[in-house]
T-cell receptor, first 112, second 113 residues
Framework: ELKVEQNPLFLSMQEGKNYTIYCNYS?????LYWYRQDPGKSLESLFV?????AVKQEGRLMASLDTKARLSTLHITAAVHDLSATYFC????????????FGGGTRLMVKP | SAVISQKPSRDICQRGTSLTIQCQVD?????MFWYRQQPGQSLTLIAT?????????ESGFVIDKFPISRPNLTFSTLTVSNMSPEDSSIYLC??????????FGSGTRLTVV
């Protein structure tokens, strides 16, 4: 059974600081996804990582994938309040467009 | 990316009743996925719905409680049956499209009283 673990589960940080969210998964996969969820809202796709070594950046967020270590990171640079949300990583369980298994989520609060 | 219209967006229901949630996709897709997100929790897959065949349910979810229909390649419904307060959650449908990108519906926030 595929397990996806995120840490930390909760992160409170000051504006302007940098931090990294980690996503570990238990079985071979080279499809990893990052999503953002605002309270009461659906999921917003942030990044789709489809190969080992993939790195993608959008604004203050950068995601990377190491399939050998079964690890993805979401790095936040110079955080701003608007980044406050819950972030989920998810893994495609068999690289065939099937179900996603989600991590537990990281609730990020950026304080002014 | 596919666009999904999900409704209702929210509902408050009496225990013992049933609610049917609909998802309409703007393109044909082979598989549709239904997820549940309990308050403060992550997303858990309920079932995968293929057109023309029975849905495949994940461990802990049964067809009698969560019947699914998939009459064509653009539409699916999930019914939450005989509801109890423990069914209060957000329910989301999802499809996978080009570029291995998954799209999610806007979600149905269900409160059972």
């Amino acid at each position: 059974e595929l397990k996806v673990e995120q840490n930390p589960l909760f992160l409170s940080m000051q504006e302007g600081k940098n931090y990294t969210i980690y996503c570990n998964y238990s079985t071979t996969s080279d499809r990893l996804y990052w999503y953002r969820q605002d309270p009461g809202k659906s999921l917003e796709s942030l990044f789709v990582l489809l190969s080992n070594g993939a790195v993608k950046q959008e604004g203050r967020l950068m995601a990377s994938l190491d399939t050998k270590a079964r690890l993805s990171t979401l790095h936040i640079t110079a955080a701003v309040h608007d980044l406050s949300a819950t972030y989920f990583c998810a893994v495609d369980s068999n690289n065939a467009g099937n179900m996603l298994t989600f991590g537990g989520g990281t609730r990020l609060m950026v304080k002014p | 990316s596919a666009v999904i219209s999900q409704k209702p967006s929210r509902d408050i229901c009496q225990r013992g009743t049933s609610l049917t949630i609909q998802c309409q996709v703007d393109s044909q897709v082979t598989m549709m996925f239904w997820y549940r997100q309990q308050p403060g929790q992550s997303l858990t897959l309920i079932a995968t719905a293929n057109q023309g065949s029975e849905a495949t349910y994940e461990s802990g979810f049964v067809i009698d409680k969560f019947p699914i229909s998939r009459p064509n390649l653009t539409f699916s419904t999930l019914t939450v049956s005989n509801m109890s307060p423990e069914d209060s959650s957000i329910y989301l449908c999802s499809v996978v499209g080009q570029g291995a990108r998954y799209t999610f519906g806007s979600g149905t926030r269900l409160t059972v009283v």
